[in-house]
T-cell receptor, first 111, second 115 residues
Framework: QQPVQSPQAVILREGEDAVINCSSS?????VHWYRQKHGEAPVFLMI?????EQKGHEKISASFNEKKQQSSLYLTASQLSYSGTYFC????????????FGKGTKLSVKP | KAGVTQTPRYLIKTRGQQVTLSCSPI?????VSWYQQTPGQGLQFLFE???????NKGNFPGRFSGRQFSNSRSEMNVSTLELGDSALYLC??????????????FGPGTRLTVL
C-alpha cells in the first residue's frame, strides 16, 4: 500500500531542474507532498485531488495522473533552499483512512 | 497562531520501560495524527484522533496507544519498550479529520532512544 517514490536521492546544481515521482498500486483520491529539511518537521507543499483540484504553494508545480495512480513534483531552477527530503502521501479512493507516506526522496542542491 | 508543540523533545529509555509523549495541536485543530519516522522508512502512520475518538489506526502492535483530551491535546504511550522503538515520533494536526483535503501541520517531534 505504501506509495513508491523515485528517485530515492538526487543531487542537483543550483538552477537545475528535477522531477520526483510517486506511484501507487491502488486507485487514489488525493496525493499530498511534504518537504522535510534536516532536523526539522515536514512542511506541507501541495495537495492534488482526483478531478484536477489543487491546493498548495504557488511556486510548487505538480501533476496527478489518475489513470496511472501517479503524481510528479516538478522542481525548476532549483535553489539551495530546496534541499531536503520530499515525501508523498496518498489517500486511496473510497477510503476513510489516513494518508500513507512513501519512503521519501532526498534532494541535495549544491552551489 | 502557535505551531504544533511536542514534549519532551528528547527521551532516553531502557528496554521494558514505558513512555508517554505529548502533543499540543494548533489552536482550533481537532485532528491529531501520530507518525513514527525511522531512517529509510519514511513516515509510518500510528493513529489519528479526532474529537477525542480514535479514527484510524496503523499497523503497530498494541503496545502503542494514544488518547486525545477535550482540548484536543493528545498523548501517545508506548509500553514495554523495545530497541526497535527508537525513532522520531511526529505528531501532526489539521482542522478536519481524514486528511483528504487538509494539510497537516507537523510538530518538531520527540526523539526516543531505547537502550
Amino acid at each position: 500500500q505504501q506509495p513508491v517514490q523515485s528517485p530515492q536521492a538526487v543531487i542537483l546544481r543550483e538552477g537545475e531542474d528535477a522531477v520526483i515521482n510517486c506511484s501507487s498500486s491502488k486507485a487514489l483520491y488525493s496525493v499530498h507532498w511534504y518537504r522535510q529539511k534536516h532536523g526539522e518537521a515536514p512542511v506541507f507543499l501541495m495537495i492534488l485531488l482526483k478531478g484536477g483540484e489543487q491546493k498548495g504553494h504557488e511556486k510548487i508545480s505538480a501533476s496527478f495522473n489518475e489513470k496511472k495512480q501517479q503524481s510528479s513534483l516538478y522542481l525548476t531552477a532549483s535553489q539551495l533552499s530546496y534541499s531536503g527530503t520530499y515525501f508523498c502521501g496518498t489517500h486511496r479512493e473510497g477510503s476513510q483512512g489516513n494518508l500513507i507516506f512513501g519512503k521519501g526522496t532526498k534532494l541535495s542542491v549544491k552551489p | 497562531k502557535a505551531g504544533v508543540t511536542q514534549t519532551p523533545r528528547y527521551l532516553i529509555k531502557t528496554r521494558g520501560q514505558q513512555v508517554t509523549l505529548s502533543c499540543s495541536p494548533i489552536s482550533g485543530h481537532r485532528s491529531v495524527s501520530w507518525y513514527q519516522q525511522t531512517p529509510g522508512q519514511g513516515l509510518q502512520f500510528l493513529f489519528e484522533y479526532f474529537s477525542e475518538t480514535q479514527r484510524n489506526k496503523g499497523n503497530f502492535p498494541g503496545r502503542f496507544s494514544g488518547r486525545q483530551f477535550s482540548n484536543s491535546r493528545s498523548e501517545m504511550n508506548v509500553s514495554t519498550l523495545e530497541l526497535g522503538d527508537s525513532a522520531l515520533y511526529l505528531c501532526a494536526s489539521s482542522e478536519q479529520a481524514g486528511g483528504t483535503y487538509n494539510e497537516q501541520f507537523f510538530g518538531p517531534g520527540t526523539r526516543l532512544t531505547v537502550l
